[in-house]
């Protein structure tokens, strides 16, 4: 009996049922399922702000109906205006020391809850305190230290009782007090998101490098300065451009609490472009204003970008 090797087919398999035939339809693919996302971007991003630069290069929009083309003089009449200019200088100075004291106070408290001097209980009581202020709400962080720093609050009642003060301060009421008071609380609320993030750095270092570093005879300041500090660096750089970046749009936190007062001296960008919007109308300075204040994001972000193609 004669055996034969089955025939190959020689007919094409049939396409897949719903798959595209043209090389056109299996390109569009792809931006098909990006669609929904960038026409979101486009309309809740886009498109205010292009109208918002609209603004600011003309007079009298959305209060009168025919609104007239004003060139760059919203610009040099916000650029030459002293309550802009003293809160262009409180954001500077309210961005940076919080920029400070929330990597210091971070980096301390995570290398805290990272020693192994600590039992397993003493870090979980600490871990839930630390982070304590990152569970409240603006609105709550904002009425708790408007209590505590009232003229008969219990901040004075303290530092009257150990005699640091005579009388009771105001603190937000007062302009030679107002700005470090509000710098303060923002510290407050804010440094558990450093921490928490460099706890986990912390704990990523392997610990050979530690081991190496001992058996060369280095010190703790040594094994910090160039093992801790080296490996840390990454995601420092990230936590403080992200914060100047998230600091300088801080406006719940002033407005619940001076409003931008007393004097302008806890006046910021974001409260003055609110004021200049909302309270005075000037929606074309305001415009002028929230431009200045995107390009100066901007450069923040580019500098968190470049940080983030340096990993």
Do not use: C
Not at 55 to 84: C, H, K, M, W
Not at 178 to 200: H, K, R
């Amino acid at each position: 009996m004669t055996l034969t090797a089955p025939r190959a087919s020689t007919r094409a398999a049939p396409a897949a049922p719903g798959r595209p035939r043209s090389t056109l339809a299996r390109r569009l693919v792809p931006y098909g399922y990006l669609s929904p996302t960038v026409l979101l971007i486009v309309v809740l991003m886009v498109v205010p702000i292009v109208m918002v630069v609209g603004y600011s290069f003309r007079d009298n929009v959305i209060v009168q109906e025919n609104s007239v083309f004003a060139g760059f003089a919203n610009y040099t009449r916000v650029l030459t205006d002293p309550d802009f200019l003293a809160a262009l200088r409180n954001t500077a100075v309210f961005i940076s020391v919080s920029t400070v004291a929330h990597l210091v106070l971070g980096l301390t408290f995570a290398m805290m809850l990272n020693t192994q001097l600590l039992s397993g209980v003493t870090k979980a009581i600490f871990r839930i305190v630390y982070i304590l202020p990152w569970l409240f709400t603006i609105a709550v962080i904002a009425v708790i230290w408007r209590l505590l720093f009232d003229p008969s609050g219990v901040v004075n009642y303290v530092l009257q009782t150990v005699g640091l003060v005579q009388q009771g301060v105001n603190w937000f009421g007062d302009p030679a007090t107002a700005l470090w008071a509000v710098t303060f609380v923002n510290i407050w609320s804010g440094y558990p998101f450093f921490m928490i993030s460099l706890l986990a750095g912390l704990q990523g270092i392997p610990a050979d490098l530690y081991e190496a570093a001992a058996v060369d005879g280095t010190n703790w300041w040594q094994r910090f300065r160039h093992v801790t500090l080296p490996q840390l660096r990454p995601v420092i750089v990230s936590m403080a451009v992200l914060d100047l970046i998230w600091t300088s749009h801080q406006f719940a936190l002033i407005w619940m609490t001076t409003g931008g007062g007393p004097l302008n001296s806890t006046e910021m960008l974001s409260t003055f472009t609110y004021k200049q919007a909302f309270s005075e109308y000037e929606f074309a300075t305001a415009s002028a204003a929230a431009v200045i204040v995107l390009l100066l994001t901007m450069v923040l972000a580019f500098f968190y970008v470049r940080s983030q193609r340096e990993r």
